[in-house]
């Protein structure tokens, strides 16, 4: 059973548009939620993080978007680049581990 | 700087072989992680060792164990693999088990198992 859920699977953008991921969870213990970013053939590498008493966090072109009272966190992907195909994953943390979403694949075309 | 360095990258096996899968890390790191990636199921914890010397079971420990042979390797055995052990292996480390240490991945091991 997946303590989080990512949506949707697989998603397409032209260049220069905006990619959305979502994601939900359960458990209300998590208290980080970091999102990871992986190329083909390679390990997840981490791409930005939030703690659930912040409502918003910007890095460059991604933002997080947290909702604590909905327990939904997303990922936008501003001003999309060829360079930012890869499958994303979010994931929250809690007791030493963590849980990962099931991945969206992001295709960015040129 | 290798980072995180997994053996082999791909491997096949005969259902009932056993197997053990090699992680190495040189980012002096305390803590130490296994994963398994599976379509559509993201990434599931098997073990994990927060510091040397302790191992602790995952999401998905059934038909794997793992050693923690210095503060630098982490090893993954299957006693007696199964078509359903078929997967991506992934180690990770972490400067310390908590929520704001990043976990640093290697690229994997490919392993069927038919």
């Known amino acids: 059973q997946q303590q989080v859920k990512q949506s949707p699977q697989s998603l397409i953008v032209q260049k220069g548009g905006i990619s959305i991921i979502n994601c939900a969870y359960e458990n209300t213990a998590f208290d980080y939620f970091p999102w990871y970013q992986q190329f083909p053939g390679k390990g997840p590498a981490l791409l930005i993080a939030?703690?659930?008493?912040?409502s918003e966090k910007k890095e460059g072109r991604f933002t997080i978007s947290f909702n604590k009272s909905a327990k939904q966190f997303s990922l936008h992907i501003m001003d999309s680049q060829p360079g930012d195909s890869a499958t994303y994953f979010c994931?929250?943390?809690?007791?030493?581990?963590?849980?990962f979403g099931a991945g969206t694949t992001v295709t960015v075309r040129a | 700087n290798a980072g995180v360095t997994q053996t082999p990258k791909f491997q096949v096996l005969k259902t009932g072989q056993s197997m053990t899968l090699q992680c190495a890390q040189d980012m002096n790191h305390n803590s130490m992680y296994w994963y398994r990636q599976d379509p559509g199921m993201g990434l599931r914890l098997i073990y994990y060792s927060a510091s040397e010397g302790t191992t602790d079971k995952g999401e998905v420990p059934n038909g794997y164990n793992v050693s923690r042979l210095n503060k630098r390797e982490f090893s993954l055995r299957l006693e007696s693999a199964a078509p359903s052990q078929t997967s991506v292996y992934f180690c990770a480390s972490s400067e310390q088990p908590h929520s704001n240490q990043p976990q640093h991945f290697g690229d994997g091991t490919r392993l069927s198992i038919l």
């Open positions: 994931a929250g943390y809690n007791d030493y581990k963590l849980s």
């Open positions: 939030i703690r659930p008493d912040v």
